[in-house]
């Protein structure tokens, strides 16, 4: 069964501090998906990706595939990053199976 | 484009009672699916679909039923309303054309059951 597992649950930085969140998966994917879900409820999706490197602005995702590991940056952190940022997989369908999230709060 | 639209965004029911959660989408997907989010667990997969007329389970299908008649339309149904179905759902969808796999939610149906 794969499982995708974050980390941290929850991290806590000022503002201004370059933040990395971690995505680790068991079995080999097709893709890997980067989601916000602002404190309102809504989710969006950040990125996919399954080789290399995205960026988007202050956001940056890695994946290493051999590794199974993925991980989220953002740079010159803001209040309004504040958010959960969750992990999901896929394996060639549309079927995702997710992490259970990543609160990040940034504090003025 | 509207995008994905929920309906409705709260509803609290008695145990036994039934109802439908509606999803729409106007940007031509395909693929339409539903999720519930629990505390402490990630989003899991109740019930998607690939096209008009055609629907299959995800990991946790049961007390739920779905028809896709629309390309538009995925309306979620539970049919007797059990507190374990205490949750808040969440319709998805994405294109098999271009961004395939991209998946578009909606804001999400916060549903308490008594």
């Known amino acids: 069964k794969n499982e995708v597992e974050q980390s941290p649950q929850n991290l806590t930085a000022q503002e201004g501090e370059f933040i990395t969140i971690n995505c680790s998966y068991s079995?080999?994917?097709?893709?890997l998906h980067w989601l916000q879900q602002h404190p309102g409820g809504g989710i969006v999706s950040l990125f996919m990706?399954?080789?290399g490197k995205k960026k988007h602005g202050r956001l940056i995702a890695t994946i290493n595939i051999q590794e199974k590991h993925s991980s989220l940056h953002i740079t010159a952190s803001h209040p309004r990053d504040s958010a959960v940022y969750i992990c999901?997989?896929?394996?060639?369908?549309?079927?995702?199976?997710f992490g259970t999230g990543t609160r990040l709060t940034i504090i003025p | 484009n509207a995008g994905v639209t929920q309906t409705p965004k709260f509803q609290v029911l008695k145990t036994g009672q039934s109802m439908t959660l509606q999803c729409a989408q106007d940007?031509?997907?395909?693929?339409m699916s539903w999720y519930r989010q629990d505390p402490g667990m990630g989003l899991r997969l109740i019930h998607y679909?690939?096209?008009?007329?055609?629907?299959d389970q995800g990991e946790v299908p049961n007390g739920y039923n779905v028809s896709r008649s629309t390309t538009e339309d995925f309306p979620l149904r539970l049919l007797s309303a059990a507190p374990s179905q205490t949750s808040v759902y969440f319709c998805?969808?994405?294109?098999?054309?271009?961004?395939?796999?991209?998946?578009?939610f909606g804001a999400g149906t916060r549903l308490s059951v008594l």
């Open positions: 998805a969808s994405s294109s098999s054309g271009t961004g395939r796999y991209i998946q578009y």
């Open positions: 079995v080999g994917i097709s893709a």
């Open positions: 990706l399954s080789s």
């Open positions: 999901a997989v896929t394996f060639g369908n549309e079927k995702l199976t």
């Open positions: 940007m031509n997907h395909e693929y």
């Open positions: 679909s690939v096209g008009a007329g055609i629907t």
